[in-house]
């Protein structure tokens, strides 16, 4: 087993966009360059409160899940009884934009199905153009299925009911989903309650397999010590397991955010190598989310960073940092707890912040794609 640390003493001084200072890789960071007008102005008075999830489907169009009930009253003030204000009125919870930012359609929140997550977190538009949203409410212990219009299709766990990690029906606050769609099989990062990797069959919901961190089983679900910068590593996961991720090559990628590394493991759940990200941060971590790059190899890993709030960019096979954008701040190009992130077909980056942030940015692609 490799295990890849990645020094960043000096990485609070370092500029957007600029290389480590280590040894020149072979992938060349790519440069990104904020959209400030994308995405155009919600129509029906519609506002978005905090954006937990964002996803790119297979005709790059973007795909935002917010949280409308995170909205204060002064930002909801157009439905107070009697309005409090000529703006505003929380948009459907899932909201779907072309490539150029304009609005396709808007679906769901409370009262959409009856376990419509409390606090909604994460989505997903597979290969088929369904749609799968968790939740990290205290009993959002569920993964819902719909088609692109909002259809219900399917359910995985049931609100309320959580039976700790090596359960095989029932799930602890799942964060993200992915489908691979060679196996039909998809991989949840479950999550905020419990601390695991879990595989359904995504067309049935049947339970397939799951892991822990290093790909072990998961013992007992116990309080952890906080994490501590240059301790030895956790043998667990911290809560939460934040995202997970497939590469074209096989290998799944998982945010175990509050130890502020990534695990790689097969598609068995074998375990490849972890690779530490800024591991001076406390707090909730570094490793929010992750996509790629996507020219043939994926050779650049992007990786978003909710508490230092930036975008890491990695070398993929290498787990070295190249470069990086992105700052804390409330200007465009600037983040608050930048939250999740996707990437489209032409290497375009879209990103989602909660907290008080409540926004999604495009960054552009400016240099070219890998051949």
């Known amino acids: 087993m490799m295990r890849i640390i990645i020094a960043l003493a000096a990485a609070w001084l370092v500029s957007p966009l600029v290389a480590m200072a280590q040894p020149a890789p072979a992938v060349t960071a790519p440069v990104y360059q904020v959209d400030p007008f994308w995405p155009k102005p919600l129509p029906n008075n519609w506002r978005i409160g905090q954006a ?39 948009a459907p919870a899932v909201i779907e934009f072309d490539p150029d930012g304009n609005l396709v359609q808007a679906w769901g929140g409370p009262g959409h199905h009856p376990s419509w997550p409390a606090n909604e977190h994460g989505i997903y538009v ?19 299925k719909f088609s692109r219009d909002g259809r219900f299709i399917m359910q995985i766990g049931v609100t309320g009911q959580t039976a700790g990690s090596n359960d095989q029906t ?24 419990n601390r695991r990797v879990i595989v359904f069959n995504a067309t ?25 910068p240059g301790q030895a590593p956790s043998p667990l996961f911290a809560n939460p397991v934040h995202c997970v991720r ?46 790629f790059l996507p020219d043939a190899a994926q050779s650049v890993m992007l990786t978003a960073d909710g508490s230092n709030n930036t975008v890491w960019l990695l070398a993929r096979q290498a787990g070295e940092i190249i470069g990086r954008f992105g700052r804390s701040g409330r200007n465009a190009g600037e983040f608050h707890w930048v939250h999740n992130m996707a990437v489209d077909s032409r290497g375009n980056v879209f990103t989602t912040e909660v907290d008080t942030g409540k926004r999604a940015q495009r960054f ?6 890998p051949r």
């Open 52 to 90: 937990a999830g964002v996803a790119v489907d297979r005709r790059d169009h973007v795909w935002v899940l917010h949280r409308a009930r995170t909205m204060t009253e002064d930002e909801r003030g157009a439905t107070l009884t009697p309005p409090r204000s000529e703006c505003c009125i929380p």
């Open 126 to 144: 597979d290969a088929e153009d369904n749609v799968w949203i968790g939740g990290n409410g205290a009993n959002d212990h569920v993964l819902l």
């Open 170 to 193: 029932r799930l602890g606050r799942p964060a993200d989903v992915e489908v691979d769609t060679a196996t039909n099989e998809a991989f949840v990062a479950d999550g905020y309650l």
């Open 204 to 228: 049935t919901g049947a339970y397939i397999r799951h892991w822990g961190a290093y790909g072990r089983p998961p013992p007992a679900d116990a309080p952890l010590p906080a994490y501590q």
């Open 246 to 291: 497939l590469a074209r090559d096989g290998l799944v990628y998982v945010c175990d955010r509050g130890n502020d590394r990534i695990q790689v493991f097969r598609r068995d759940g074998s375990f490849v190598r972890e690779i530490i990200i800024a591991p001076n941060t406390l707090g909730s971590g570094s490793v929010w989310d992750i996509d």
């Open 364 to 369: 552009r692609l400016m240099s070219q794609l």
